[in-house]
Structures are given as structure tokens and as C-alpha cells.
């Protein structure tokens, strides 16, 4: 029980709460309703694999980095609570599982599953070479809603790439907040972070941009999919929460950083969920009554 409880912490299972929603958002969206018990059960499953492979991978690519790093130095590897063999087995189970699962969706999810998987690889070796790391760690949650609609519907549609695009956006966002932290250390390493690059000032700057151009998706969300005004109440909440989010860190005080990037962002996922489940809801309770 205490090395599973290692494990947790290491992959940070609570931060699962950023994708599954958007995960369970793509489902709703493709089975317009409510989907299969089969699907959500893959699905979840399928969730769970690929971002425990992802978040295992990470930290046994970036093992030495975090033991030089004051605010990481405390991780399992770099504190000898796990060895590297030992998180480097659990991302290939990991990632067997989530190859387990997508074999019980979509004959298509059996073949796009690479395309799911490589930027989770490669995005700990961006770090090295481009600020655009950011926007690859989006990506890698933005895949959440298109992957779960491949594995209802088989196929692809543009609304869904625009809500992984939004999803995308937002990631690089609140991760740019949180890579204000490292600033100095990502200097020093020669890591390439937008605020290493570019200061603070202009990475919140980044940020704010990121995030007025996931609401504005989010709308042209609503609009493909003819959602209704439910949907739209998320959006907007959703709206303010990130201008909340975006005054809670300045410049010259990175004190709430965390409730920045942990409870707004948490909020954020679920209620969009919430609310898109509450639309579907609402339109078969008006056709009912109709």
C-alpha cells in the first residue's frame, strides 16, 4: 500500500481530473447523449493507461533534472522511494493497458493509438530544444475528446478537433503559469521554457492570449454541435474563472501559483462537463415533454 501510495503521487493521479473530463465531453458529444457503459468503461480505462504511461515516462525521462531541482528533488526517483527500473516497468504496464482497452473500441482507435501515444513520448525531450514544449503538453490532454470520439464514432469531425484545440490552448496556458516556478532552474539546465525565453511578464502575457483563445473556441464549440444556452453558461463560467485565474499570479508574486494551476483548473474541466451533460440532459427532458 505505501509503494501504490508512491506511485499516486509520482503520476499525480489527481491532476487526472484536467483530462477525464474533456475525455468524458468527447464521449457526450459523439453518442449525442449518453454513452455506453461498455465505452465509458473503456474509455476510463484507456484514460487512465495512457496519462499513467504518460506522467511514469516523464519521470523517468526527467529523473536527474528533478534531483537537481530544489522544488522536484523530492519525487520518487530522485528521492529513492522507486527506482528508474521500477517507473519505467510501471509506464510499459501502463501503457499495455491502454493498448488493452483501445482494442475493445473503434476498429479505428486500434490504428491511430501511436498518434495518441507519441506526443506523451516526446514531449519530456522537447523541454531540451523549443519552448513550444508548453503546447505539445497540450496537445497531449487536447487528444483527450478526439480520442474518445474516435472510439465511438469510428471516424473524425472538425468540432471535436476545434475542442481539442481549445483544450490544448488552456494546458499551455496554466502551464506556462506553472513553469514560472522553475524559471531560474530551467536557466540554469538550459531548459526551454516561455518563461525562461521570455520572462515572466510576457509568459503571463502568453498565457492570457492562450486563454481568451480557448473561450472563443469553446463558443465555436457550441455553435458546431448547436448546443444550447446550458453549454453556454459553462462557457461563461468558465470565462470567468480563467480571468481569475490569470489575476490570481503576477509578475512580481508567484505566491498562488498552485491554487492557479490545481483548484481553478480542476473547477474548469468539470464544469464544462457538467454543463454540456446538463444540455443533453435538458434537450431529451423538452423532446420528452414535447
Known sequence: MGRLKTVLEMIKFEHTIFALPFAYMGMVLAANGMPSLSHILWITIA?????????SLNRYIDREIDARNPRTKDRAIPAKKLTARYVLGFSIISLAVFFV??????????????????????YSYTKRFTWLSHVILGMCLGLAPIGAWIAIKNGLSWPVVILGAAVTLWTAGFDIIYACQDIEVDRREKLFSIPAVFGIKRALLVTRTFHVLTVCLLFTVGVAFKLGAIYYMGVIITALLLTYENRLVKPNDLSKVNLAFFTVNGFISLQIFAFTGLDFAARYLLKGMG
Open 47 to 55: 484514460m487512465v493507461g495512457a496519462r499513467s504511461f504518460a506522467m
Open 101 to 122: 482497452a483501445t482494442y475493445q473500441l473503434a476498429p479505428l482507435a486500434r490504428v491511430v493509438w501511436p498518434a495518441i501515444v507519441l506526443p506523451f513520448v516526446i
